[in-house]
C-alpha cells in the first residue's frame, strides 16, 4: 500500500545513488520510446512523463500511450517501441503463439511495477436479473479477449464454480464497453479504471449498474517489458529507465495529490479517484516469486482456455531478465538466477 505518511522525501535519491554518472542534458543521451497506458494503475508512466524522471536518470524519453497494455505489446513486438508497460495476460498469450521463441526481438519482462485488487471490476445491469455469481449462467458479457479482463472473469467463474462455457462471453474493446453495457447489447461486463466509470455515468432512463467483488479473487499486476535485444544492446538504459520508475513511485508516494494531477491531466479521466481505490494500489519495482506464480497462474487459464500454444513447455524464468534491475538495485530481485544468465556488462 502507498505509505501517504512519507511526505518531505527527496524523489529518487535512492535510486540515483546506484546509478552511474547520468548524462547531461546537453550530451548525447539515449532515446527511449515508451508505450504506457490509459490504465489507472500505469500512473508512474504519467507521473515519470510529467515530472521528467526519465531525463533526470540520463534517458531521452518519448512517451505515447495506447488504450491498453494488449495494444502496447502490439506496438512493442512491431518496432513502434523500446519500452512498454502491461498486464501479464497479453504477454502470455504472445509468448504461447510464439512460434520460435527466444528470438532477440521477443518481449521480455523487466519488473513489476504494480499490484492491486481494487482497479477491475465486474459490472452488471441491474434490469438484467442478477443477483448473485450463479444468474450469470447463460448472460451476455463484454470482455476485451486476450487481457486482463478475460483472465479476470475466468477466476471468477472458477472461484463460483461456474463452467466458463455457459456464460456468453462477448469480445469489445475496453471503449467501447460502457456504451455497449448501457444500450443493453450485453447484461454484464469486466471492465478495468478508468473504464469503469464511465459505466457508472448512465445516461437518463438507462440501467442503474452494480458489481460483484472481484477484490479476493483478482490482483492485477502491472509490468515494464522490453525485447531480448534492447537489453543485449542498452542494458545500461534499461537500467535507468527503471531508475526512472523508482523516482516517480517514490513522488508518486510523497505527493500523491499531484500525482493524481498528473494522471488526469493526461487521461481525462471522468471521475475522481477514490481514497479507497488509491490506497490499495501497491506500487514498486521487484522481481519476486509473486510474478514467477503470477504468470503460472496465468499459464493455467491460458491452457484450460485452449489458447493457441497452450500445450507446450514455458520455461517462467525465460520470460524475465532481472540483470537491469539486479545491476540497479540488487537487493528488488529474488528470483532464481538463470543457468545461461549472462553477468550483466
Known sequence: ??????????????????????????????????????????????VADKFSTFQSNGVQAVVEYSESGQRSLARLRSGEVDFALMALTPFV???????????????????????????????????????RPADLVGKRIAVQCGTNTDFALWLFMQFHGIEPGSVRRQCVDFGRTAQVLQTGLVDAAVLP?????????????????????????????????????VVEGHLARAS??????????????NRPDQALEAYNARHFVPAPVSREQWEALDFDVTLTWALISAVRQQLDWARSMGADGSE???????????????????HRVDIPVRLNEAPAR
Open 1 to 46: 500500500m502507498i505509505n501517504l505518511a512519507r511526505i518531505g522525501l527527496v524523489a529518487g535519491i535512492s535510486s540515483l545513488l546506484s546509478l552511474p554518472p547520468a548524462v547531461r542534458a546537453d550530451e548525447t543521451a539515449d532515446i527511449a520510446r515508451i508505450a504506457g497506458a490509459v490504465y489507472l494503475g500505469d500512473i508512474p508512466t504519467a
Open 93 to 131: 498469450l504472445d509468448r504461447l503463439a510464439d512460434p520460435d521463441p527466444g528470438q532477440p526481438d521477443d518481449p521480455i519482462i523487466l519488473a513489476s511495477l504494480v499490484h492491486s485488487g481494487e482497479l477491475t471490476r465486474l459490472l452488471f445491469r441491474d434490469d438484467a436479473g442478477i443477483e
Open 193 to 229: 479504471d478508468p473504464w469503469s466509470f464511465d459505466a457508472h455515468r448512465s445516461e437518463a432512463g438507462a440501467s442503474a449498474m452494480s458489481a460483484f467483488d472481484l477484490r479476493r479473487i483478482y490482483t492485477g499486476s502491472w509490468v515494464l517489458v522490453t525485447t531480448r535485444h
Open 240 to 253: 535507468r529507465i527503471l531508475a526512472a520508475y523508482l523516482d516517480a513511485i517514490e513522488l508518486t508516494e
Open 312 to 330: 507446450q513447455p514455458v520455461a517462467v524464468l525465460e520470460l524475465i531478465d532481472p540483470r537491469p534491475l539486479r545491476q540497479l538495485q540488487p
